[in-house]
């Protein structure tokens, strides 16, 4: 038996496949230049390798600069603390000043105040000395206030320190020069000591500890014995 021909396709069909064919050649390699040269998602992707890089910069620099500030209020807080003990008192018309201890109370109670935050002595313990002669010319600590729940003794010792002896004979220590009390005065040393708050648990400055100074020379002609108790009851801010 003869084979079967298989019909062919008219010219005018075959035309018309073969245009479809290059047209959707066409169109896939337009959108394949397309997606070749679209740029749109750079951006996204560069922010999404940077923005950890940013965020630690950023982090970095706020918590440097409160801390910067911080250390700066510590610093004030141990100045305005000497410079207030080395002024209060009060003076009769027939005795010299007098120091009672509600005075060393007030100046404890400013410094949250100062601060900025009243939980400040969660963290935070502010000492402040007498430094003067005892009868045989050595210098010590006479009294010692402290108030503050962080758990931290003064640079110089408890109260007492020096007396008849020479542990203080060279003065206190500033950090930049060592000083001693004028002969019948006292020198007024405030230490502070604050342990920094972060402002993120990720900070380089977590758990870092901030101290600072201030040494004040007593103002005025002062009753030296020691403080008073101005109503019978006024609480002693001891260090114990």
Known sequence: MPKKMKPSLPPATVRLRMSEMAFARKMLSNFVNRMRQDRSGVAVIELAYSLPILMVLGVTGAETAYYVQTQQQISQIALAAADNASRVGEAGVLQTR???????????????????????????????SSVEYDADDNIYIH??????EKDVDSEFGPEGTGLGDHTLEDGINTGAARVKPVPGSALIVAEVSYDFQA????????SRELKAKG??????????????????????????
């Not at 201890?101 to 502010?126: C, H, T």
């Not at 009294?143 to 503050?148: A, L, N």
């Not at 020379?217 to 109503?231: E, F, M, Q």
């Open 98 to 128: 007098r120091v009672y201890e509600s005075d060393i109370n007030d100046i404890f109670l400013g410094a949250p105040k100062q601060f900025g935050d009243p939980n400040f002595f969660d963290n935070a313990r502010i000492i402040i």
């Open 143 to 148: 009294w010692q206030r402290c108030m503050g």
């Open 199 to 206: 402002l993120f648990g990720i900070s380089p400055y977590v």
């Open 215 to 240: 040494v004040f020379v007593v103002r005025d002609a002062r009753d030296l014995t020691g403080l008073y108790d101005k109503t019978g009851e006024d609480p002693v801010a001891t260090c114990a």
